[in-house]
């Protein structure tokens, strides 16, 4: 897969935490993430999030196999406010009031 996309996805899904509570499970994801043009499979999001945690941007509570529940860190939210810069994922400007 193209390394650009992969770090705009991952960026997406930082961001879609952000907005949405802080949590969600990767089945809302998907869905959120289609709404913005990342039309992936589950097991990619999961994939993500796995990455993800492994860097301190979210923690994934795989609740059963067919459902995982992320939860945005400190750190995932410093990235989104573009407060931070980490490899592998695009780095976050900062977004006008009421732009989702």
Do not use: F
Request: proline content about 4%; glycine content about 8%; aromatic content about 2%.
């Amino acid at each position: 897969m193209n390394p650009y996309l992969v770090a705009d996805r991952r960026l997406a899904t930082l961001r879609a935490l952000d907005e949405h509570g802080g949590r969600a499970n990767d089945s809302v994801l998907q869905i959120l993430l289609a709404a913005v043009g990342h039309d992936v499979a589950r097991d990619v999001i999961r994939a993500d999030l796995v990455w993800m945690q492994s860097v301190g941007l979210c923690t994934v509570d795989a609740r059963s196999e067919v459902l995982h529940v992320a939860l945005i860190t400190e750190a995932g939210r410093d990235h989104v406010a573009g407060r931070s810069a980490i490899p592998g994922i695009k780095r976050a400007t900062p977004r006008p009031a009421g732009i989702a």
